[in-house]
């Protein structure tokens, strides 16, 4: 019962971020009784054992999954939100980022983001996949605030901390610099943990893009473009593990050279409807739909 109590949450957990991922009806878990798994390792399981053993406070097979599913849970409540609607409640949304805080307050510590200590290496790769997944949700849970600035042609006004907006800029930035720095800081990459940094970092190097796309000569766009160029690097050292990397890497390329890189740069008012469009576009498919258009469009400026 163990065993398959991990199974279904597994796939729980699965479902969810798909979910979230290609904004699908969140699954209902009204009337679902399975239990989350105890902090075990299968050493601690028998088959004819009459309860379970009581859960260890140190760090098993099933750690992660138990607290991917806190995770999950808290992102399909997430998802809910964002489908009721093109521009969710910001009140809604901060209470949902309050919880996704104290969930991550409430890591054990070899969960935690900072935890170094030797003979623990093995966790490595689900600790920096469950942290940056939780950076990711704080992403999507804000990035509709964005789209509405651009949609609206508004200011990015950073001064406001509250701001949706700014809270997408700031999850955005946390998440390229966790990626970047363990990328850089670390000499193993294991090839399931170089997906999903890529994955996470492609998702949060749009968000600083979309902004130097909207409002080139905001004042915090040099920042914008070190994220970038920090991100551009990595993503070019992930191609020669994951392929996938290197269209992204031409991606973004592309619609960066959309960008003036002065104020009076004669690409300024020539290329303007076109940053725009890219602006309000950049979180479709951009496999399938930025690449085309932003080859097509950068052949065009040259």
């Not at 479902?15 to 798994?37: E, I, K, M, Q």
């Not at 990035?143 to 508004?154: A, E, G, K, M, S």
């Not at 960008?259 to 020539?270: G, I, K």
Request: net charge negative; aromatic share 10%.
């Amino acid at each position: 019962m163990e065993i398959r109590r991990r199974v279904w949450w597994t796939i729980f957990v699965f479902d969810a971020g798909s979910r979230l991922t290609f904004g699908r009806p969140t699954l209902n878990l009204a009337g679902v009784n399975t239990r989350v798994p105890g902090n075990l390792n299968n050493q601690d399981l028998s088959i004819d054992l009459d309860k379970l053993p009581a859960a260890k406070d140190v760090p098993t097979v099933a750690s992660s999954l138990i607290w991917q599913i806190k995770l999950a849970q808290i992102s399909n409540i997430t998802n809910e939100k964002l489908l009721q609607s093109r521009l969710p409640d910001l009140s809604a949304i901060n209470e949902l980022e309050e919880r996704v805080l104290l969930w991550q307050k409430n890591l054990p510590p070899y969960m935690q983001a900072a935890f170094s200590e030797p003979g623990f290496e093995v966790f490595t790769a689900p600790r920096m996949i469950l942290l940056w997944r939780s950076m990711h949700l704080r992403i999507v849970m804000y990035r509709p605030f964005l789209l509405d600035v651009i949609q609206r042609r508004d200011p990015i006004d950073l001064s406001n901390s509250y701001a949706g907006y700014s809270r997408c800029l700031g999850a955005a930035r946390e998440c390229i610099i966790s990626i970047v720095g363990f990328w850089n800081n670390t000499t193993t990459h294991h090839g399931s943990l170089v997906w999903y940094a890529f994955y996470w970092l492609v998702t949060a190097t749009f968000v600083p893009v979309t902004c130097l796309l909207y409002d080139p000569q905001h004042w915090e766009g040099p920042e914008w473009r070190q994220l970038i160029e920090m991100a551009q690097g990595v993503i070019d050292n992930f191609g020669a593990l994951e392929t996938t990397a290197l269209r992204a890497a031409h991606i973004i390329n592309d619609i960066m050279g959309l960008v003036p890189t002065t104020p009076d740069s004669t690409t300024f008012a020539m290329n303007e409807p076109i940053r725009m469009e890219f602006a309000e576009l950049w979180n479709e498919s951009w496999g399938d739909i930025v690449l085309p258009e932003a080859r097509s469009t950068f052949e065009s400026l040259m």
